[in-house]
């Protein structure tokens, strides 16, 4: 994991982060894949257990990409019946991620801030922010990024991330955000992880870099940045220094 507190690298095992789930999935979660995420959960026990606010299955097919989900009522009530059979499931309380999106659904009616608020407040699952899904969405849906940062419940965020994502020119006019984690992370993220900082303390931080990836010292240096902005909050908070 790039960027986590020394503190918390030294004395925790890593966070595991899911992807199958498909906890948007109007399908019952599937009980097999359920019960390997348990055992491996039990297995290794990370400090922190996280999935995504998206689905990717129906029908037992499962697609290869984490899909946006309609915001409603009827959506959610869906996923907070997935969160709160996996939180029984694992007896923890999971992180849900908001997602990077290039869609949106025309009857959708709830705000995305506030439909992953809302699931934190009915399951009692935390919040997973990651800084470059928000930046790429809001800039995707002509959103206000620090709106949405604003708008998330202070004590239900209990990690942060960071990734590169690509800006592509459609038909010659229409510019796309593409999450790809292939690159270093943006300036305008590094400015609203800042703004993320002020907002929830000196949050545990993961840097997506999976695609593409570059020399380890590259990957280093990225980190470093990430944990200079966490040691400065931490700091400015009255903790000690970290190694």
Request: hydrophobic share 45%; aromatic share 6%; glycine share 6%.
């Given at each position: 994991m790039l960027g986590y507190l020394d503190t918390i690298?030294?004395?925790?095992?890593?966070?595991l982060h899911g992807v199958g789930l498909s906890l948007g999935s109007?399908?019952?979660?599937?009980?097999?894949?359920?019960?390997?995420?348990?055992?491996?959960?039990?297995r290794t026990?990370?400090?922190?257990?996280?999935?995504?606010?998206?689905?990717?299955?129906?029908?037992?097919?499962?697609?290869?990409?984490?899909?946006?989900?309609?915001?409603?009522?009827?959506?959610?009530?869906?996923?907070?019946?997935?969160v709160d059979r996996l939180q029984s499931a694992l007896q923890r309380e999971i992180l849900l991620e908001n997602p990077s999106s290039y869609l949106r659904y025309s009857h959708s009616t709830i705000p995305e801030w506030e439909f992953l608020s809302?699931?934190?407040?009915?399951?009692?699952?935390g919040?997973?922010?990651?800084?470059n899904n928000i930046f790429v969405s809001s800039m995707n849906h002509g959103w206000n990024a620090l709106d949405y940062l604003s708008a998330l419940p202070v004590d239900r965020v209990g990690e942060i991330h960071l990734a590169g994502h690509?800006?592509?020119?459609?038909d010659g006019e229409h510019e796309?955000?593409?999450?790809?984690?292939?690159?270093a992370v943006a300036p305008e993220v590094w400015s609203l992880y800042e703004h993320a900082l002020q907002r929830f303390g000196a949050t545990p931080t993961l840097i997506e870099w999976d695609t593409n990836v570059p020399a380890l010292d590259v990957l280093m240096a990225e980190a470093a940045k990430a944990e200079k902005k966490l040691q400065r909050v931490w700091r400015r908070a009255g903790?000690?220094?970290v190694a």
């Amino acid at each position: 994991m790039l960027g986590y507190l020394d503190t918390i690298r030294r004395d925790y095992p890593l966070s595991l982060h899911g992807v199958g789930l498909s906890l948007g999935s109007a399908d019952d979660l599937d009980a097999t894949h359920l019960a390997r995420v348990v055992a491996l959960i039990k297995r290794t026990g990370p400090v922190l257990v996280s999935e995504h606010l998206s689905w990717s299955a129906v029908g037992g097919v499962y697609l290869a990409d984490l899909l946006p989900l309609p915001l409603t009522e009827e959506a959610l009530s869906v996923i907070c019946r997935n969160v709160d059979r996996l939180q029984s499931a694992l007896q923890r309380e999971i992180l849900l991620e908001n997602p990077s999106s290039y869609l949106r659904y025309s009857h959708s009616t709830i705000p995305e801030w506030e439909f992953l608020s809302a699931v934190s407040r009915r399951t009692g699952c935390g919040i997973l922010c990651d800084v470059n899904n928000i930046f790429v969405s809001s800039m995707n849906h002509g959103w206000n990024a620090l709106d949405y940062l604003s708008a998330l419940p202070v004590d239900r965020v209990g990690e942060i991330h960071l990734a590169g994502h690509t800006l592509r020119v459609v038909d010659g006019e229409h510019e796309i955000r593409i999450d790809d984690h292939g690159s270093a992370v943006a300036p305008e993220v590094w400015s609203l992880y800042e703004h993320a900082l002020q907002r929830f303390g000196a949050t545990p931080t993961l840097i997506e870099w999976d695609t593409n990836v570059p020399a380890l010292d590259v990957l280093m240096a990225e980190a470093a940045k990430a944990e200079k902005k966490l040691q400065r909050v931490w700091r400015r908070a009255g903790h000690a220094s970290v190694a």
